[in-house]
């Protein structure tokens, strides 16, 4: 059964600092991609960032570019995501995704397996 766990979610004040983790099992993802996404209450699950399995090429949505870093370790099936100058709007539950192929993809239906989610919440 494959399993994605997500860690590292909270509370942070805005400017703040948090770092996200999943674990996955069941199955190895280093040649496929892995990423982020997140969903605000009352939004649509969007996508965050998200790296080939080479990776080589990290991609990001524009709202988070600049502040957030995504990275993987594939000997170790995990990917990690580093978000730094937070802000309120950044508040959400955030998913971590794998998909099949070694795409990259924005589009959430192109991941095969979620994680259950953790929660981001950023004070003003």
């Known amino acids: 059964q494959v399993q994605l766990v997500e860690s590292g979610g909270g509370l942070v004040q805005a400017g703040g600092s948090l770092r996200l983790s999943c674990a996955s099992s069941?199955?190895?993802?280093?040649?496929?991609?892995m990423g982020w996404f997140r969903q605000a209450p009352g939004k649509e699950r969007e996508f965050v960032a998200a790296?080939?399995?080479?990776?080589?090429?990290?991609y990001y949505a524009d709202s988070v570019k600049g502040r957030f870093t995504i990275s993987r370790d594939n000997a170790e099936n995990s990917v990690s995501l580093q978000m730094n100058s937070l802000k309120p709007e950044d508040t959400a539950v955030y998913y971590c995704?794998?998909?099949?192929?070694?795409?990259?993809?924005?589009?959430?239906?192109?991941?095969?397996?979620w994680g259950q989610g953790t929660q981001v919440t950023v004070s003003a």
């Open positions: 995704v794998a998909a099949t192929r070694p795409v990259v993809s924005r589009r959430p239906n192109d991941y095969n397996y």
């Open positions: 790296m080939t399995w080479s990776a080589g090429t990290a």
């Open positions: 069941g199955r190895t993802f280093s040649r496929s991609a």
